[in-house]
């Protein structure tokens, strides 16, 4: 089983393998699969490439900002707390 939609985003997913006869497991993977296929594509998709339709986002920079800095926060407290140091690699 696997999926790709050639996205930057899907280069940091987890796919993975799995051996197996098992008829009812296969059949509902691939109903899943086909499923997702079907809410995720074009009803009259012309091409098959990799290259997605996007909708225009805004971000607010401000509350991204703001969240970065409490995720950063978070993981200070959390260290020491734990004793540990943070390298400049994990902040």
Do not use: C
């Not at 998709?45 to 800095?69: G, H, K, N, Q, R």
Request: aromatic share 8%.
């Amino acid at each position: 089983m696997s999926s790709a939609n050639f996205t930057y985003g899907s280069r940091k997913s987890l796919e993975f393998g799995y051996w197996t006869e098992h008829t009812e497991l296969m059949k509902g993977a691939q109903s899943f699969l086909i499923s997702l296929i079907g809410l995720s594509e074009d009803l009259d998709a012309a091409a098959d490439t990799p290259a997605p339709d996007l909708a225009d986002i805004e971000y607010d920079d401000l509350a991204m900002a703001e969240a970065a800095a409490e995720s950063y926060q978070a993981r200070v407290e959390m260290a020491e707390l734990n004793g540990e140091e943070l390298d400049e690699d994990e902040l």
